[in-house]
T-cell receptor, first 114, second 114 residues
Framework: NAGVTQTPKFQVLKTGQSMTLQCAQD?????MYWYRQDPGMGLRLIYY???????DKGEVPNGYNVSRLNKREFSLRLESAAPSQTSVYFC?????????????FGPGTRLTVT | KQEVTQIPAALSVPEGENLVLNCSFT??????LQWFRQDPGKGLTSLLL?????REQTSGRLNASLDKSSGRSTLYIAASQPGDSATYLC?????????????FGQGTTLQVKP
């Protein structure tokens, strides 16, 4: 039982390049989330997927797209990377979006855009 | 709008000391509160989840309390050890009617000196 896994762990991009961050969970959770963490800003929600087949914007969705490929996998795509997207990205999952859930986080992807 | 605040931002204590980390939230209509630990360069590890109907939750040397009426939660760490050094974050779900997006505090960075 690996929990939530993310690939890659580290990535360096040049401005304008694109890439996809991958996330998978093996806990049969319905909901999945993408956050970014920046110094002084804390954790901010980018996108989330309440259930397979649905996605919704979080606080800071601009510049990102997501795909809920199946129940296990939720990917985050940067179409044209910008230096402002330099951050640590975390994927999380939870059993449901109802009140009494608990979120489990992956190890993170450290992205640098030059 | 729900806001979560953690004070202090940083704390340094000698090994063996008991300590309390504070978390406050502006909207008391929460279903639960979750405490996380984050080691440098790592993801978030869930420590404790307190439901709104609970006043306390314990795991080993950790004890979390919740007082909804005053909008406060505390994380008590007994007999602190250098291995407890990390950033501790608290998070709450949004008010009823919203989906399960966690709202995080900025965190308290704890250093336990040998």
């Amino acid at each position: 039982n690996a929990g939530v896994t993310q690939t890659p762990k580290f990535q360096v991009l040049k401005t304008g390049q694109s890439m996809t961050l991958q996330c998978a969970q093996d806990m049969n959770h319905n909901s999945m989330y993408w956050y970014r963490q920046d110094p002084g800003m804390g954790l901010r929600l980018i996108y989330y997927s309440a259930s397979e087949g649905t996605t919704d914007k979080g606080e800071v969705p601009n510049g990102y797209n997501v795909s809920r490929l199946n129940k296990r996998e939720f990917s985050l795509r940067l179409e044209s990377a910008a230096p402002s997207q330099t951050s640590v990205y975390f994927c999380a999952s939870s059993e449901a979006t109802l009140a009494s859930y608990e979120q489990y986080f992956g190890p993170g992807t450290r992205l640098t855009v030059t | 709008k729900q806001e979560v605040t953690q004070i202090p931002a940083a704390l340094s204590v000698p090994e063996g000391e008991n300590l309390v980390l504070n978390c406050s939230f502006t909207d008391s209509a929460i279903y639960n509160l979750q405490w996380f630990r984050q080691d440098p360069g790592k993801g978030l590890t869930s420590l404790l989840l307190i439901q709104s109907s609970q006043r306390e939750q314990t795991s080993g040397r950790l004890n979390a309390s919740l007082d909804k009426s005053s909008g406060r939660s505390t994380l008590y760490i007994a007999a602190s050890q250098p291995g407890d050094s990390a950033t501790y974050l608290c998070a709450v779900p949004p008010p009823p009617g919203n989906t399960g997006k966690l709202i995080f505090g900025q965190g308290t960075t704890l250093q336990v000196k040998p």
